[in-house]
């Protein structure tokens, strides 16, 4: 399929977040595990699947 992404098996550590953190860091697990549509603008990758959808920014490392 074109413009598709799976994974087979995602690692973690066994740390767990808790509180809102823990929310979001569920549904980003339960997302990866459905296959995704992805799409690619400028800087920003976007993960679409049935639960949901996670975009990610690429930002200019700072120069010191």
Same mark, same amino acid.
Do not use: Y
């Given at each position: 399929?074109?413009? /598709?992404?799976? =994974? +087979?098996?995602?690692?973690? /550590? *066994?740390?767990?977040?808790?509180?809102?953190?823990? %929310?979001? %860091?569920? +549904? =980003? =697990?339960?997302?990866? *595990? %459905? %296959?995704? !549509?992805?799409?690619? +603008?400028?800087? /920003?990758? !976007?993960?679409?699947?049935?639960?949901?959808?996670? /975009? =990610?920014? #690429?930002?200019? *490392? #700072?120069? *010191?």
């Amino acid at each position: 399929k074109v413009n /598709t992404l799976s =994974f +087979s098996k995602v690692g973690a /550590t *066994k740390m767990l977040c808790m509180g809102p953190l823990g %929310e979001v %860091e569920k +549904s =980003f =697990f339960l997302l990866l *595990k %459905e %296959e995704q !549509t992805v799409s690619i +603008s400028s800087a /920003t990758l !976007t993960l679409n699947a049935l639960s949901g959808r996670v /975009t =990610f920014v #690429a930002e200019p *490392k #700072a120069v *010191k």
